[in-house]
């Protein structure tokens, strides 16, 4: 019984292994010429343009909950007046990016994943590297870096679009003055709080890419093999960006000690 779970073990953590690795390796990569400029302008369209529309939806649906949250919240002490820099707060901090890195994860994690399966599984890679093509540079690098570049613009396309989501119910429940709302919305936040929240978000582009590439590129089993991946993609991502975010908040919290509000 123990050489099994003995076994297990070892396979488990050579895995973890194979993919920090290979996280390594993309790190490297993304920072070393030649750059495939077209295939990276593509993946930042179909990974960052095209995630546009979910992240603003979203950023509004966030942004009216938050509004009417923090509105039931804040009546019981006749704070009505920081609503909109309580919610400006909450989303460029901590809701906005966390929110968007999971998000994506799901879209762009999925996708990278069952793409780069699919190919695995149709020998397309293999044909690649037959073609004196660098299948990682071109599959994986421009995929890293196209998520670097792609999350810290979406964050603050949801940190937007929440605030204009809360100035929605705001004006809905009590009238207020797009002016008013937004003054009243940046009073308590500067560049301290929207920097180091935003490109955490760096780390979470980084985190999904190389994830979701790594499962894709060792996806067996055929099409079954693909939708496990997908799957693993999204989930593992999710989980990584959680842990790493606890760890980066605390980092910001130590570099910038005004965003803990010291």
Same mark, same amino acid.
């Given at each position: 019984?123990?050489?099994?779970?003995?076994?297990?073990?070892?396979?488990?953590?050579?895995?973890?292994?194979? @993919?920090?690795?290979?996280?390594? *390796?993309?790190?490297?990569?993304?920072?070393?010429?030649?750059?495939?400029?077209?295939?990276?302008?593509?993946?930042?369209?179909?990974? /960052?343009?095209?995630?546009?529309?979910?992240?603003?939806?979203?950023?509004?649906?966030?942004?009216?909950?938050?509004?009417?949250?923090?509105?039931?919240?804040?009546?019981?002490?006749?704070?009505?007046?920081?609503?909109?820099?309580?919610?400006?707060?909450?989303?460029?901090?901590?809701?906005?990016?966390?929110?968007?890195?999971?998000?994506?994860?799901?879209? $762009?994690?999925?996708?990278?994943?069952?793409?780069?399966?699919?190919?695995? %599984?149709?020998?397309?890679?293999?044909?690649?590297?037959?073609?004196?093509?660098?299948?990682?540079?071109?599959?994986?690098?421009?995929?890293?870096?196209?998520?670097?570049?792609?999350?810290?613009?979406?964050?603050?396309?949801?940190?937007?679009?929440?605030?204009?989501?809360?100035? $929605?119910?705001?004006?809905?429940?009590?009238?207020?003055?797009?002016?008013?709302?937004?003054?009243?919305?940046?009073?308590?936040?500067?560049?301290?709080?929207?920097?180091?929240?935003?490109? *955490?978000?760096?780390?979470?582009?980084?985190?999904?890419?190389?994830?979701?590439?790594?499962?894709?590129?060792?996806?067996?089993? /055929?099409?079954?093999?693909?939708?496990? @991946?997908?799957? *693993?993609?999204?989930?593992?991502?999710?989980?990584?960006?959680?842990?790493?975010?606890?760890?980066? %908040?605390?980092?910001?919290?130590?570099?910038?000690?005004?965003?803990?509000?010291?």
């Amino acid at each position: 019984m123990e050489a099994p779970a003995g076994t297990a073990v070892t396979s488990f953590l050579a895995a973890i292994g194979d @993919a920090t690795l290979f996280a390594l *390796k993309a790190a490297r990569e993304t920072v070393i010429p030649p750059f495939e400029y077209a295939e990276t302008s593509r993946q930042i369209y179909e990974l /960052g343009l095209r995630s546009a529309p979910l992240i603003a939806v979203s950023g509004l649906a966030v942004g009216v909950v938050l509004s009417m949250h923090t509105r039931a919240s804040l009546e019981r002490f006749g704070a009505e007046s920081m609503i909109p820099a309580g919610l400006a707060i909450a989303l460029v901090r901590e809701t906005g990016p966390l929110t968007a890195g999971l998000l994506l994860s799901g879209r $762009i994690g999925a996708g990278i994943g069952a793409e780069l399966g699919a190919m695995r %599984v149709t020998e397309q890679i293999d044909a690649l590297e037959a073609s004196a093509v660098d299948a990682f540079r071109y599959l994986v690098v421009t995929r890293v870096i196209a998520c670097i570049i792609a999350l810290p613009i979406l964050t603050t396309l949801m940190n937007f679009s929440g605030m204009l989501g809360g100035f $929605i119910a705001e004006t809905a429940a009590t009238g207020m003055s797009l002016r008013l709302y937004f003054n009243r919305a940046f009073s308590l936040i500067d560049m301290t709080d929207y920097v180091p929240a935003t490109l *955490k978000t760096i780390v979470f582009g980084f985190i999904i890419a190389t994830t979701s590439s790594y499962l894709g590129f060792h996806t067996d089993s /055929g099409t079954e093999g693909v939708g496990r @991946a997908s799957t *693993k993609s999204v989930v593992l991502s999710s989980i990584l960006i959680i842990v790493s975010n606890v760890l980066l %908040v605390r980092l910001i919290f130590f570099i910038f000690p005004r965003a803990a509000g010291g």
